[in-house]
Each structure stands twice: as structure tokens, then as C-alpha cells.
């Protein structure tokens, strides 16, 4: 009980750190706005010449676009959450601080990570969701239990995204910095997420490779299940999945990396 | 050179033709937007700099203190032209520094102590080559000048170091050399000293000394730390809430702000506390150890003589007051005498 | 001629800086490896969309795929050329908060070209190899009627549309003089402009194309000149010579750009940090 609200606390400090750049967060809602504006007219385009691509109508493929602006920081597709303060932790050795806390790493940084998710998606999300709704036409799903199926696709999003950028952040004990596969990052989380294309419009064996991939978790799955193009059970099932092997994973990985910095001593 | 409190504004001790800092009734108005409520802001001026007059003389060595947010290093960007006085007038060597910075550049030398002019990941080398084609040094002169300040900062063997590799010692006299290999008149340093072991700092204070004996360069230092004033300045210019609240020697500042220094005594054994001469009294006593507190301005041959006569020592020392401290009980009287004034 | 001099000034200062920080990304080899495929395969994955795209479709709003390939080409190029220059620029903002940008002001050279050249880094050429492929691809692939005056606009179209890129990322320095934090609405406009760019004008909103080519006229980087290589129609049925209007474009963008650069640094100095 009492660890729960230490958790609490963490994310509630996330969230109001984010809260607290509001210039950064307003430049943040027109980019994605502006460009969210580029890539539904060129999507509104190509569902001109192939109504149905995907499985979408041109409804639907606008939702999409919109969408993924709103998400786009929230899930940190591109990186830019927690990771960032974790790796330069790691590389500057101030880590070691952190592992005599009385508190689980990774829990501490995942209640960090959503809370700063919850911010993004309140402060920088809503706004181009609403001016995507407002000028284009929009499939939005008008049941209320369609929303909250949503929301808990959303928060098993939360946890692949955070799944995925705590690997890539402890690779940094072994790698020393993070340039590099802060990059990697960045190119695979843009395009298998679907932030380019969504991923039911890739083609053959590509696009079942892309679509079984932890990145689709996050926007396509969401996607489909706020459309209702997917069966509720096994989308949360494919989420799910992915969240517990990464975060698994992740706590393999991290007891690797305390055992190492025990054995350097810091 | 007395030390006296300003009253008025107008030209500090010094002015004259031979000024070479000159700044008459100098301010700076920072427009400030705070925040209320939720979309209200309320718009409001601070003067960050307030009506400072004051000349430097070729070759002098000055510090100038006063507490963060005083307007020091508001001053410092007005002096080396990041900033424009919204008020009053400003010279360095004859030059308007706003105005004409890039000409300015040529002939000051800048010292930012928390910020680095040196090239992180390249050997400190590669910045002064950087630095003698920017400033267009002549070869022999390059040569030269770099020749002198290994030498007299000890950088032989840190030259072909990446500077991220170097302490911050050594990374601070690196900066120092790279301020100073295009000959600057005026050299200007904002906390030199700050992070620095004792032995570094030593080295910086010795070398800024000697380079103004050399070449009489004009130097102008920020610090918190008191030592560097000791050792290297002749006159100090105190700065309050934006105005010039003291200028002239170290020793009329303690006077001023009456400080107090501390005699450290270990006695033989634990006693009660030693009979001293007033206005000497004895403050704190723990075990063996007494601390004796004395006026800054006496000496303290006298006290020391004192006690040794009657108490046998086993050591001694003296600490200076921390400048914070003499400038708060300074302030605490300035308060004290204005509000007397106005009652 | 005493602004003839100034500019030499400004590129000697700027030739300096990009230099030094060449050498030091040298220090880092295997990153400096990495970083560069790294570029190469971001970019690459924009134009791996549009070929999905056109793994669905025949033609983009009545284009091809190779005369999409030549807007991409293009628009990618000059970007590249204009991001290889002065990509540093959008970090002006944590440059003023941190206060390293008081040392550039202390240096007898001009502060915007020690703002161009800062971290500049060879592993930006990895935009402009992977753009100048796809543009080649194109100019073989498309069903272009070759004439001298197109041949002449090709290299004219790319330093133009650099140019006005290059124009951009000043107005965006200047701009976070004033709001250092929101650094990131400048890339609405060069991340997003070069995005913008790569689909065919046909595509946006009338009122769209309209902002982008009389407004901040990215129109003219490749949409109006392509439109004269390809035998389209041009955008908004602009005239006949619009398509050699690009290097008068990227000189008042270059003059509008030196102008909010100017002010905003005269702002600086007259406010501070």
C-alpha cells in the first residue's frame, strides 16, 4: 500500500514536470497539428484513388492521421520520454544514486513515464485531435464502452512504449552512449508504428511482419479498436503479450546491469 | 584609496583622461511578464543595473562582488557588449561595446567560469589555433604569447589533451590562456575560482598578478570567494540591488561592514574560555579547541601575543570573514541607518 | 563593398567553426559511422512510405510514381543541403538557456555565422546522398522532354530551394530568441515543409498551396520548377517564368530572414536571458 502511493507520487511528479514547459507544449500542439494537416490531405488522396485501402474508408483513414498526431508524444513513437534522462544517468554513472533507492527501478521510472504519457496525451494530444475532428470528416465511435475499450488499449500502449524504451535506454550500460541506438530507435518507433502509413496498408509478408511487431501495439491496435476494426480480446491479448515480454525482458536486462555496476562499483 | 559608501551617483575615484573603463550613470531595465491567474500577466520593470557610475584606470586589478541577482554579471555583459545599457553611458578603451562589439572583441579578454570557450572534445591545442585565426594573431606574436602562458600556467604536457578529459583546474587555465593569447587591454573574468582546489586556485591568483605586471592588463573579477580579492585586487566595488554600495581598498570594506575575523586557538587541554581584551571575546569552545572572534581590521599579532603568553598553544589559526557575511552585516547597517533617516 | 566584406568575414568565421566541429566528430569514429547510415536510413524509410503507397496506387493525385520521386528528390536534396548548413540552428534555444551563447557573443566574428556553423557534422550528407539517389532515379525514370532551359533550372531549383530552407532555419533562430521553449514550432515548417513538399501540389487544400507559395514560399523549392521540367501544370496556374523565379525567391527569403535575425539579437541584447 504504502509502495503504491510512492508510485503514485513518482507519476504525479512526471506529470506535473511535463505540465510546467507550457511554451514547449504549445509549440508541441501546432506541429503536430501542421503536421497532421500535411499528411491527411495526402492520405485523403490516396484513399481518392483506393477507396477501402486497408480496410479504411477515407473517414477512417483521416481518425487515423489525427489520431497519431494525438499520440505521437504521449507514446513518445519517436522517443523523447523518460529514456532520454535514464540513458544520461546511465552514462554519467549518477545511476548508481538511484539503485540504493528503497524502490523497484523499473517500476520508478515506468510511474515517471506515464506520468509524463498522461500530460503529453492531455496537453499536447487533444488539441489537433479536436481540429482534425472540427475540418475533416472523422470516424469517431459514438457507444460509450467503444471509448473505454480504447482507454485500456491505451494504457496497455503506455506499457509496450515504455517496454521497448527501457531495453533501448539500459543497452546504454553495455554501449556507453546512446547517439546511436537512440536513432535506432527513433526510425524503427516512426515507421513500424504506422506514423508514415498505417500498417494495414503495407503490403504481403512486410505487413504481417510489421503488423505482429511490439510498435503496432501502439497506434495501429489502439487505432482498430477505437474504429472498431478488430476484435476487442485479441487486440488487448497482442498488447498484453508484448508488455509483459518486454517488460520482462527489461527486468532481466536490469538485473544484468546492476550486477555489473556492483561489480565496477559504480 | 579610502574606501567611502556611495550616496550620490556620479564618476567614481579615478575619473580623468587616463579612465579606461569609464561608465557614467550606466542602468538596465529588464521588462519582466509574470504570470497571474491563469491567462493574465502583469507586466513589470526591474532594474537590474541602477545608475552606476564608476572609472578603471589602466592596469588596475578590481573585483567586484555582491550577492546573486545583485547585477554583476549584468554589468559584465554591458562591459563586453552581450548587452545593451537601456540608460546612461559606457566606454571601454574609448569604444561604445553595444555598439561596436566585434571591434571590442579584439581588445578584451573574457573568462565565464561555468562556461567553456575550449573545444570539448579536441586537445587544447586546436582551440588556441582556432583562437589565433579568429583573432587574426600575427605568428610570432602566437608564438610567443602561448610560449608565456604554458609556462606560467603549467600547460606543457595538458596541451595535446581533449579538454573533456582535463580537470576543472586545468580546464579553467586553459580558458584563461585562450582569453588572453590576442593581448586583450581589459580581461574580465566571471568566478574564476569557483569549483577550484586550493593549489589551483593559488596557480590563477599568481598568474593573474603576474600577467598584470607584465603586460599591465586591466583586470575585472566577480567572485564569492574573498582570498581571490585578497590576493589579487587592490580596490573592490561592492553591487546591491543594482546600485554601487561601496568602492575602494579590502581592508575599508572590513571597516565598513565591521566584520569579524575568527583566531582559532588549541589550547594544551580543555579549559574555560581565555581571557582576551574586549572588543575580542571568546564564541564558541569545544574540547581544547577555542574560537576567538576579533575586529577584521585589527591585527592579529596582538591577539595571538596575547593568549600565548598566558595559555601554552599547540596551534593556531586565523579565519577570514566569508564575504557573504561581511556584506550582509553591511547591508543590515545601510538598512538600519536608512530607515533611522527616514523615521 | 564594406557588406561584401562583411560576408566574406561571415564565411571565413563560419569555415572556422564547421571545421573545428568536424574534427571533433572525428573523435568518435563508430558513432560518427552509425549516425551517418543512421540519417541515411531515416530519411530513406520517408521514401520507403511512398513507395507502399504506390505498392496500392498507380498515381498520387494524377502523378506517377517517378514524378513523386522527383518532388521527393528534390525537396530532400535542398533540404539536406540547407540542413547540412545550418541544421544546428534549432538548438539556438538551449543555447541561450544554458548560456553558451554569451561565448559567441564575446568573439570579434559574426554571431550568426557561429550560430550556422555550431555542431555542424559530415553525418548530414547521409540526407543528401540518399535525396540526390532518389532524385536520380527519377530524372532516368520519368518521361521528361529534355530541354537546355530545364537542364539549366535542375542545379538552379536545388541551391535555390536550399537557399530558401537555409532562409528558414534563420527565421526560426531569430524566432527562438524571443521564445527559446518552443523551439519546436520552427519544425512544423522545415521538417514539415520538406514532408510537405514531397507529394504534389495537387494534393493540398487550395488555400494550402496558397500559404505555401505567397506566403512563406516553399512552393518555389521544387513544386513551381518541377512543374516546368515534368510539362505539368503549375500550381495556382501561376505564369510561365515563375518556374525561374526561385533564386529572386531565395534572395528576399535570405533579406526577410537577415532582417528577423538582426532584430532578434538586437532584442537579446537589449533584454537579455
Known amino acids: 500500500m504504502g509502495s503504491a502511493r510512492l508510485y503514485l507520487a513518482v507519476a504525479a511528479r512526471g506529470f506535473r514536470r511535463y505540465a510546467s514547459y507550457r511554451a514547449a507544449t504549445a509549440a508541441g500542439v501546432f506541429t503536430n497539428t501542421v503536421f497532421g494537416l500535411i499528411l491527411v490531405y495526402t492520405y485523403l488522396a490516396l484513399w481518392d484513388e483506393r477507396p477501402d485501402l486497408g480496410g479504411y474508408d477515407q473517414a477512417q483513414a483521416v481518425t487515423y492521421v489525427w489520431l497519431a498526431q494525438c499520440?505521437?508524444?504521449?507514446?513518445?513513437?519517436?522517443?523523447?520520454?523518460?529514456?532520454?534522462?535514464?540513458?544520461?544517468?546511465?552514462?554519467?554513472?549518477?545511476?548508481?544514486?538511484d539503485l540504493y533507492r528503497p524502490a523497484d527501478l523499473q517500476l520508478w521510472w515506468l510511474a515517471g513515464d506515464l506520468g509524463r504519457a498522461a500530460f503529453q496525451l492531455l496537453g499536447r494530444g487533444v488539441v489537433p485531435f479536436l481540429?482534425?475532428?472540427?475540418?475533416?470528416?472523422?470516424?469517431?465511435?459514438?457507444?460509450?464502452?467503444?471509448?473505454?475499450?480504447?482507454?485500456?488499449?491505451?494504457?496497455?500502449?503506455?506499457?509496450?512504449?515504455?517496454?521497448?524504451?527501457?531495453?533501448?535506454?539500459?543497452?546504454?550500460?553495455?554501449?556507453?552512449?546512446?547517439?546511436?541506438?537512440?536513432?535506432?530507435?527513433?526510425?524503427?518507433?516512426?515507421?513500424?508504428?504506422?506514423m508514415v502509413l498505417p500498417l494495414n496498408v503495407f503490403p504481403g509478408v512486410f505487413g504481417e511482419v510489421a503488423r505482429a511487431l511490439p510498435w503496432a501495439a501502439q497506434l495501429q491496435v489502439p487505432a482498430d479498436v477505437l474504429m472498431g476494426e478488430t476484435a476487442v480480446a485479441g487486440a488487448f491479448a497482442f498488447q498484453a503479450m508484448w508488455a509483459v515480454l518486454l517488460l520482462a525482458a527489461g527486468r532481466l536486462l536490469q538485473s544484468a546491469a546492476t550486477r555489473r555496476v556492483v561489480v565496477q562499483g559504480g | 584609496m579610502r574606501g567611502r559608501m556611495h550616496t550620490t551617483a556620479g564618476p567614481g575615484p579615478g575619473a580623468g583622461p587616463e579612465a579606461f573603463i569609464a561608465l557614467d550613470r550606466v542602468e538596465k531595465v529588464f521588462d519582466v511578464r509574470r504570470r497571474k491567474g491563469l491567462l493574465r500577466r502583469e507586466r513589470h520593470q526591474v532594474r537590474a543595473v541602477d545608475s552606476i557610475s564608476f572609472t578603471v584606470a589602466r592596469g588596475e586589478m578590481v573585483g567586484y562582488i555582491g550577492p546573486n541577482g545583485a547585477g554583476k554579471s549584468t554589468t559584465i555583459k554591458m562591459l563586453t557588449g552581450i548587452l545593451t545599457p537601456s540608460g546612461g553611458r559606457l566606454r571601454v578603451a574609448g569604444i561604445d561595446p553595444s555598439r561596436e562589439r566585434t571591434r571590442l572583441a579584439h581588445r578584451i579578454g573574457v573568462v565565464f567560469g561555468q562556461r567553456?570557450?575550449?573545444?570539448?572534445?579536441?586537445?587544447?591545442?586546436d582551440s588556441y589555433k582556432l583562437m589565433r585565426r579568429m583573432y587574426r594573431i600575427p605568428g610570432a606574436r602566437y608564438r610567443e604569447n602561448l610560449a608565456r602562458m604554458v609556462e606560467l600556467l603549467d600547460l606543457g604536457d595538458l596541451l595535446e589533451v581533449p579538454v573533456r578529459q582535463l580537470s576543472l583546474g586545468q580546464?579553467?587555465?586553459?580558458?584563461?590562456?585562450?582569453a588572453l593569447l590576442h593581448d586583450p587591454e581589459v580581461l574580465y573574468l566571471d568566478e574564476p575560482t569557483i569549483g577550484l582546489d586550493v593549489v589551483s586556485k593559488t596557480r590563477v591568483r599568481e598568474f593573474l598578478r603576474q600577467v598584470n605586471a607584465e603586460r599591465s592588463t586591466t583586470v575585472l573579477l566577480t567572485t564569492h570567494d574573498l582570498q581571490d580579492i585578497e590576493q589579487v585586487c587592490s580596490?573592490?566595488?561592492?553591487?546591491?540591488?543594482?546600485?554601487?554600495?561601496?568602492?575602494?581598498?579590502?581592508?575599508?570594506?572590513?571597516?565598513?561592514?565591521?566584520?569579524?575575523?575568527?583566531?582559532?586557538?588549541?589550547?594544551?587541554?580543555?579549559?574555560?574560555?581565555?581571557?582576551?581584551?574586549?572588543?575580542?571575546?571568546?564564541?564558541?569552545?569545544?574540547?581544547?579547541?577555542?574560537?576567538?572572534?576579533?575586529p577584521a581590521s585589527e591585527s592579529a599579532a596582538g591577539l595571538v601575543a596575547r593568549i600565548a603568553e598566558r595559555y601554552p598553544l599547540v596551534d593556531l589559526s586565523v579565519r577570514e570573514p566569508d564575504i557573504e557575511a561581511v556584506i550582509a552585516k553591511m547591508y543590515a547597517e545601510r538598512a538600519g541607518r536608512a530607515s533611522t533617516q527616514s523615521s | 563593398m564594406a557588406e561584401r566584406g562583411a560576408v566574406l568575414e561571415g564565411l571565413r568565421a563560419y569555415r572556422l567553426i564547421a571545421g573545428m566541429w568536424v574534427r571533433s566528430g572525428m573523435t568518435y569514429r563508430a558513432s560518427f559511422v552509425v549516425t551517418l547510415f543512421g540519417n541515411l536510413v531515416m530519411t530513406g524509410l520517408d521514401f520507403v512510405g511512398i513507395l507502399l503507397m504506390f505498392s496500392q496506387v498507380d498515381s498520387l493525385a494524377g502523378w506517377s510514381l517517378p514524378e513523386v520521386a522527383f518532388l521527393y528528390g528534390a525537396?530532400?536534396?535542398?533540404?539536406?543541403?540547407?540542413?547540412?548548413?545550418?541544421?544546428?540552428?534549432?538548438?539556438?534555444?538551449?543555447?541561450?538557456?544554458?548560456?553558451?551563447?554569451?561565448?559567441?557573443?564575446?568573439?570579434?566574428?559574426?554571431?550568426?555565422?557561429?550560430?550556422?556553423?555550431?555542431?555542424?557534422?559530415?553525418?548530414?550528407?547521409?540526407?543528401?546522398?540518399?535525396?540526390?539517389?532518389?532524385?536520380?532515379?527519377?530524372?532516368?525514370?520519368?518521361?521528361?522532354?529534355?530541354?537546355?532551359?530545364?537542364?539549366?533550372?535542375?542545379?538552379?531549383?536545388?541551391?535555390?530551394?536550399?537557399?530558401?530552407?537555409?532562409?528558414?532555419?534563420?527565421?526560426g533562430a531569430a524566432f527562438q530568441i524571443y521564445a527559446q521553449d518552443a523551439a519546436e514550432v520552427q519544425n512544423a515548417f522545415t521538417y514539415g515543409g520538406t514532408t510537405m513538399l514531397q507529394y504534389p501540389p495537387a494534393v493540398f487544400g487550395?488555400?494550402?498551396?496558397?500559404?505555401?507559395?505567397?506566403?512563406?514560399?516553399?512552393?518555389?523549392?521544387?513544386?513551381?520548377?518541377?512543374?516546368?521540367?515534368?510539362?505539368?501544370?503549375?500550381?495556382?496556374?501561376?505564369?510561365?517564368?515563375a518556374a525561374f523565379a526561385s533564386p529572386l525567391v531565395a534572395a528576399g527569403c535570405c533579406a526577410l530572414a537577415g532582417l528577423a535575425w538582426r532584430t532578434g539579437l538586437r532584442s537579446y541584447r537589449s533584454v537579455g536571458s
Do not use: C
Open chain 2, 171 to 178: 580546464r579553467m587555465r586553459g580558458d584563461i590562456a585562450a
Open chain 2, 116 to 125: 567553456t570557450t575550449l573545444w570539448w572534445d579536441l586537445p587544447l591545442i
Open chain 1, 71 to 97: 499520440l505521437f508524444a504521449a507514446l513518445a513513437l519517436q522517443g523523447g520520454g523518460v529514456e532520454t534522462e535514464l540513458m544520461e544517468r546511465i552514462r554519467t554513472g549518477e545511476i548508481a544514486v
Open chain 1, 131 to 194: 481540429v482534425g475532428g472540427l475540418f475533416f470528416p472523422t470516424a469517431l465511435p459514438t457507444r460509450f464502452d467503444t471509448w473505454v475499450w480504447f482507454a485500456v488499449a491505451l494504457a496497455l500502449a503506455a506499457l509496450v512504449s515504455f517496454g521497448i524504451r527501457y531495453l533501448v535506454a539500459l543497452s546504454v550500460f553495455w554501449l556507453l552512449d546512446g547517439t546511436g541506438v537512440n536513432q535506432v530507435l527513433m526510425i524503427l518507433g516512426v515507421f513500424f508504428s504506422g
Open chain 3, 206 to 241: 487550395k488555400d494550402l498551396v496558397r500559404g505555401v507559395t505567397f506566403v512563406l514560399p516553399l512552393a518555389f523549392v521544387n513544386w513551381v520548377p518541377a512543374a516546368h521540367v515534368l510539362g505539368r501544370p503549375y500550381p495556382l496556374a501561376l505564369p510561365g517564368w
Open chain 3, 75 to 171: 525537396s530532400v536534396t535542398s533540404f539536406g543541403l540547407a540542413h547540412l548548413a545550418a541544421g544546428s540552428m534549432p538548438q539556438l534555444g538551449s543555447r541561450i538557456r544554458d548560456g553558451s551563447f554569451d561565448v559567441l557573443l564575446v568573439r570579434p566574428v559574426s554571431v550568426l555565422a557561429q550560430v550556422g556553423g555550431d555542431r555542424f557534422s559530415l553525418r548530414r550528407l547521409g540526407r543528401i546522398a540518399q535525396g540526390g539517389a532518389v532524385l536520380g532515379w527519377a530524372l532516368v525514370a520519368a518521361d521528361i522532354d529534355w530541354t537546355v532551359s530545364k537542364a539549366l533550372l535542375l542545379p538552379l531549383m536545388l541551391v535555390s530551394g536550399a537557399v530558401i530552407f537555409v532562409a528558414v532555419f534563420v527565421a
Open chain 2, 235 to 294: 580596490r573592490v566595488m561592492v553591487i546591491d540591488h543594482g546600485r554601487l554600495v561601496y568602492d575602494g581598498a579590502l581592508a575599508g570594506l572590513h571597516e565598513v561592514g565591521e566584520s569579524e575575523r575568527t583566531l582559532v586557538v588549541d589550547l594544551e587541554r580543555e579549559r574555560p574560555p581565555v581571557e582576551v581584551p574586549a572588543p575580542a571575546r571568546v564564541v564558541r569552545v569545544e574540547g581544547a579547541r577555542q574560537w576567538v572572534a576579533f
